[in-house]
């Protein structure tokens, strides 16, 4: 059997890359398993991503998507059927998932670690103190559970509003159909219940467990294990997917460097392909891969020329 070509950089316990796998499952795909370490240094994944090391990653072949926002994108483009957005869905579908990947994930990782954040280990906190530039109390446990009272209030308004979308279309956020609201929505609940239980908050709404226990329910598609020198191999034999240049904000070959404006800013650099108002992607050399593009969103991402 062929190796599946969707090749995705990922650790069990990522709720980002959980957000991924759940997509994997909604649109049935097959696809290859590489574990990456869940903190610095990542010194198989950074020769793809040109210094981007947020997990996940999703390398096709010798062309690099990072976020999971142009992953989605890029998901649906690729594999439309069945779709992320049932009909009359896309515009709610986006502005739920944009809440879901601010707003919901800070509140549901600020409890986890202001409530059980000693149990994680030192080098873990010290990894995500610099990874979001003092946010979250720099990752000081005793310093961010004074604000456990004030999250759980913010929990609260957050499941009554999913406990209301699934009341009033059911059984999924947006209707009959599950849709990107449902997989980004997902994601930080499942991370919430994977450290702290049901007791914080989900247990009041039985609701928004029985929706979660049916998003479970869909899984992650098909899976298969491949080991990250298989897959700076895979790049490193392909050759970058030719981009049609429908226009761009800067012309081809410009030198040019990306960085998130959100959390790990680490800056990649490299000569554009194309910098649309959608997506930015750079054509980068690098010794162990050879050439390959690295895709990102232009939201949440900062572009300049060098």
Known sequence: MAAPDLILHHYPRSPFAEKIRVAFGLKGLR???V??????????????????????????????YCDTRLILAELERRFP????????????????????????????????FGINGDRFPAELH????????????????????????SLRSELSHHLRWIDASLMEAGPFILGSMPSLADVAVYHSLWYLRGNLGEAEGLTRHPRVLDWMNR???????????????????????????????????????????????DWGFDTVTGLCAIADPLRVALRRDDPQTGRTVVHFPRIGFAVAPL
Not at 36 to 42: E, F, L, T, W
Not at 236 to 260: C, F, H, K, Y
Request: glycine content about 12%; overall charge negative.
């Open 81 to 112: 059927d069945p779709s992320f957005y049932p009909p009359g869905t896309r515009g709610a579908a986006d502005m739920i998932a944009g809440w879901a990947d601010q707003a919901l994930f800070a509140t549901a990782l600020g409890l986890v």
């Open 126 to 149: 010290a990894d995500r103190a610099s990874f979001t530039a003092g946010k979250f109390d720099g990752w000081n446990s005793e310093k961010m559970r004074p604000h456990v009272p």
């Open 215 to 261: 998003i479970a329910a869909i899984g992650h598609g098909q899976g298969v294990a491949m080991s990250t020198e298989a897959a700076l191999s895979t790049a490193r034999d392909a050759e970058p997917v030719e981009i049609n240049d429908g226009g761009s904000e800067w012309s081809p070959g410009t030198p040019l460097a990306v960085t998130p404006t």
């Open 35 to 64: 574990e990456q370490p869940r903190i610095a240094p990542k010194p198989q994944l950074v020769p793809l991503t040109g210094g981007y090391r947020r997990i996940p990653v999703l390398q096709i072949g010798a062309d690099i």
């Open 31 to 33: 696809w290859c398993s």
